[in-house]
């Protein structure tokens, strides 16, 4: 599971960045925002699946 988010984060980072490149208008503007979300959202389940240490 976890390293298929780790997958999912990855490539959403990488369209994200290259969106800025091959897009232009609205078309760049979308695609950033699927893709931003998108890492959002896989950076918030590797958090909350993280190994939790108690002190």
Known sequence: MKSLLWLVLAL???VNV????AFGG???ILVSS???LTAI???TALYLTRA???A
């Open 12 to 14: 959403a980072a990488t």
């Open 18 to 21: 290259a969106s800025s490149f």
């Open 26 to 28: 609205i078309e760049q």
């Open 34 to 36: 699927v893709t931003g």
């Open 41 to 43: 959202a896989a950076a």
């Open 52 to 54: 939790r240490r108690t």
